[in-house]
């Protein structure tokens, strides 16, 4: 049986709360006007989160079917840390999901493996369910070490003794190629179904077969509609997360309809 398919946007700092709004509005009559999404679809918006609140209360009046997440969080609930974003809070205000180890984060940001496991483990322990995105730089990619890559960075997440892996429902993993995001120039399907593949076979190692089987390996990197679908018919990648492209609910709405 297939498994559930995982379709996201990370809006990064685009969008203030009335364009956010407008694309949720935008979004449910397509989906309305469509045929019906199949219920192992799971869609998912990553906006800024000052507009988790008014989007979530979007959500729950309109009834579409989207799931909110923070693109960043702080490891501790609250505290001096001014600027940064506290799990508990994100989830009051509606956030599901969080994103950790975002390429821009690892690298702009300058989070390290340590940072990003730590971040993933706060996560599971004040219960927001972590997507977390791992993906070498092109620099890595021409020295041939995209696997090395991403071998350190699942196994720093998750080997960690700290990290329960089989209380888990499933594990969320963005494959993301730094060299693919927002530059237009996409992995091959086959490259990202291999490097899917080696993320699930970690996986397996680090976890067991059967938590790998049900964790959903999404690829991220200039998607859009023209190309969603050859990554989405791979067998090993069972979603996308995208973003240039999710900031317009034409183009989003239809790579949802390539999911299914
Ligand atoms: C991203 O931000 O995670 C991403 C994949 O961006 P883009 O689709 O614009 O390359």
């Known amino acids: 049986m297939r498994r559930e398919r995982f379709i996201a946007g990370n809006w990064k700092m685009n969008k203030g709360a009335s364009e956010s709004l407008e694309f949720l509005r935008k979004l449910s009559v397509l989906l309305e006007q469509g045929e019906d999404i199949p219920d192992n679809v799971n869609m998912a918006l ?71 496991s730590n971040k993933y483990l706060a996560c599971l322990e004040q219960g927001i369910e972590p997507l977390l995105c791992v993906g070498e730089t092109e620099e890595e990619r021409n020295r041939g070490l995209t696997k090395d890559v991403i071998e350190r960075q699942v196994s720093s997440v998750f080997s960690s003794d700290r990290v329960i892996m089989a209380e888990q429902e499933r594990i969320l993993i963005a494959y993301e190629p730094v060299w693919a995001i927002g530059t237009g120039m996409n992995a091959t399907a086959g490259d990202a179904r291999e490097c899917c593949a080696l993320i699930r076979d970690l996986l397996s190692g680090l976890g067991g077969p059967s938590l790998a089987a049900r964790s959903l390996i999404s690829y991220g990197g200039s998607v859009k509609s023209s190309n969603s679908e050859d990554y989405l018919e791979q067998e090993e990648i069972d979603g996308l997360l995208i973003g240039g492209a999710s900031l317009d609910p034409d183009e989003f709405y239809r790579i949802i309809c390539n999911a299914f």
């Open 46 to 116: 990553f906006p800024q989160a000052v507009n988790i609140i008014p989007m979530a209360d979007h959500i729950r009046s309109s009834g579409v079917n989207v799931l909110l997440g923070i693109q960043n969080i702080h490891c501790k609930p609250s505290g001096a840390f001014t600027g940064e974003n506290s799990i508990p809070c994100a989830i009051e205000a509606g956030a599901k999901l969080a994103l950790v180890g975002h390429s821009e984060r690892r690298h702009i940001f300058r989070e390290d493996d340590l940072l990003v």
